[in-house]
C-alpha cells in the first residue's frame, strides 16, 4: 500500500477531487501530519469519518522503526529498519544555528567510491519520497526539536534518485509541510552531468555540494569511479554554468585522506581547478572504517593543507568533527548491524 507521505500536497488535491471530495482537505491533512505530526487519521478531527475511512483504505500512514541510536557531544545517529527489512541511517547534529539532518536517499549505493562504507556494501534500491521524508519527521519526533537544516549525504547518490529526491525537497520545503527553507538544504553529488543540468532548472533555491575529494583526473578516478564516465573537465564545465545560472554558491566537499589526496601539491592542483568559481571548499577529516584501509590525515597536514588553499584565495572550511565515538562513517552503522 502506498505512503500517505509520498504525496506531494498537488497530488493530495488531485486525490480527494478524483474521489469527489473537496480538494482543501489536502490542506487539513498536511497540517496534521507535518505540522501536528499526528499519524493516527481517527485523531484528524476536522475531515469527515467518510473521508478518513476511504484515506485509511487507500493509504499507509506507517512511520519508520527506529532500530538503534547512538550518541555523541552534539550527535546523534539513527538506525531505520524499513518496511521490507533493508536498513538506512540518518544523523542529527546540533549546531549554533539549529539542528541539520544527514538523512539516506538510495538503499546502499553504486558509485563505488573507495574511501566510503556505502559505496561498498552496493545499492539495493531507491528510497521512496516517503521514506527521505519519515527520517526527517521520526528524528524529530525522538529529539523533541526542530530539525531546520537538511543535507541529503548519507547513504546513496541522490542525483541516482532524482525525481524522488525533488519531490522530498518540496514537501519539506511547504510552508504547510516542514516548513525548511530552501536555503537550508542542500544535495551533495559526486558529479553525475546530466542531472546537474537537469537541476539548474529545480524552481526551489537548494544548495548544491560536489563531492570532489582530488584534484585531478587519475587520482580521482582512482578514488572515484564516477570520474571515469564524467571527468573533471566536463564537470567543472558544467557547474561554472550551474554557477551562471542560478547565480547560487557552490560547495566543493574535499575529504582529507592520509598520504593520498591531502599533500602541498594537491593543494596548490584544487587552488588551480577551482580558482575563480563562486564556490568554497569544505575540508572534511576522515571517519575511518574497519573495512576500506583509508586513514584521517594528521591536523598539521589538514591545516597546511587549509593554509595553502587560503593563501591561493579560496574560500575554505574545516568542517566540525562530529561523532569520533560512532559509528559516524556513511554506512557504518548499516554495515554493522545487517553483519551480525
Known sequence: MRSIYDLDIEELEEYFLSINDKKFHANQLFSWLYDKKINNIDEMSNIKKETRDRLKKDFSFNKLEIVKIEKDIDVS??????????????????????????????????????????????????????????????????????????????????FDNYDNVMKFIKIINNPKGLKIGSRHITISTCGIIPKIEEFISFPY???????????????????????????LNDLIKTLKKYIEKTNRRLTFEYILLDGINDTKEHALELSKLIKGMNAYVNLIPYNSTDNLGFNRSKTIQIMRFYDILKKNRINVTIRREFGTKISAACGQLRSKEESQ
Request: aromatic share 4%; with cysteine.
Open 77 to 158: 545517529k539513527y538506525l531505520f529498519k524499513l518496511n521490507d527489512c533493508e536498513h538506512i541511517e540518518a544523523v542529527i547534529m546540533n549546531h549554533d544555528y539549529g539542528n541539520s539532518i544527514c538523512i539516506s536517499s538510495q538503499v546502499g549505493c553504486n558509485m563505488g567510491c573507495k574511501f566510503c562504507e556505502s559505496g561498498r556494501r552496493k545499492k539495493v534500491r531507491n528510497l521512496t519520497t516517503s521514506e527521505m521524508v519519515l527520517q526527517v519527521i521520526c528524528a524529530e519526533e525522538e529529539l523533541k526539536e526542530k530539525i531546520t537544516h537538511v543535507v541529503i549525504m548519507g547513504i546513496g547518490e541522490p
Open 205 to 231: 533555491q537548494v544548495n548544491l555540494a560536489i563531492s570532489l575529494h582530488a584534484p585531478n583526473d587519475k587520482l580521482r578516478s582512482t578514488l572515484m569511479p564516477i570520474n571515469k564516465v564524467y571527468p
